[in-house]
């Protein structure tokens, strides 16, 4: 899952940073409206974690120009306003949810795993497939029954497949989901990963279409 963090604030940009990747997510972060918007035009993101008190613009015209453009991303609106008004003009102007600074960092990832989830079209938070049941928010696996541990980067390979069992995702698109604009990519990042999946899940979940990319299958 690839995420855009537009936050000005160093230190709370940095500590947001940090705690996504460790996630697993993959995080651009930019720190002005200006940014944001270039990045949202040239990439394309899974959520949007977007702070209102901006250097230049506000960052409800961020949140007005993707809707605009008829960009569906989630948003996730992080700012200091905590008037009752400020949060009614976030929604209207198109934000999926809203937290108030400063908030919980366990709470901003459950809300986070919320949105992406309720995007996705699911509101069953467990899937299961064959011996294997994953719980994307608690990142439980379990493979006959036994606790299994994933990577990072593993479940940054895993959430989008299992985001949308039954879909192809082609190794590119697997590789924006894996790495931000400033890791670097091994040509063969995405095999390796899949490789160690299937080694800890069974080769039956992870499917490869020849030429066109991965899938899981619906459960
Ligand atoms: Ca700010």
Redesign the pocket.
């Known amino acids: 899952m690839r995420l855009l963090l537009v936050?000005?604030?160093l230190m709370?940009g940095e500590a947001v940073l940090e705690l996504l990747r460790a996630e697993g997510y993959a995080v651009d972060w930019v720190r002005d409206a200006r940014m944001a918007q270039l990045a949202l035009e040239a990439e394309s993101y899974d959520l949007v974690l977007l702070?209102?008190?901006?250097?230049d613009r506000d960052?409800l015209e961020v949140l007005q120009g993707l809707r605009a453009r008829k960009q569906r991303v989630p948003v996730l609106i992080a700012?200091?306003r905590d008037a009752v008004a400020d949060r009614i003009r976030g929604l209207d102007a198109g934000a999926d949810d809203y937290v108030v600074k400063p908030y919980d960092l366990d709470e901003l990832t459950a809300r986070i795993r919320a949105l992406l989830r309720r995007s996705a079209g699911r509101a069953e938070p467990v899937y299961e497939y064959q011996n294997v049941s994953i719980n994307p928010a608690t990142r439980e696996v379990l493979v006959d029954g036994q606790p299994v541990l994933l990577s990072a980067r593993e479940w940054a390979v895993l959430e989008p497949l299992l985001a949308r069992p039954g879909l192809i995702l082609s190794r590119a698109q697997l590789e924006e989901k894996l790495f931000s604009w400033k890791d670097e990519v091994s040509s063969n990042a995405v095999e390796v990963y899949v490789h160690g999946l299937r080694k800890k899940l069974g080769a039956a979940l992870i499917q490869n279409v020849r030429g066109v990319g991965y899938l899981v299958p619906r459960a």
Do not use: K, N, S, Y
Request: no cysteine.
């Open positions: 936050e000005d604030d709370i702070d209102l008190g901006l250097p960052g700012t200091a």
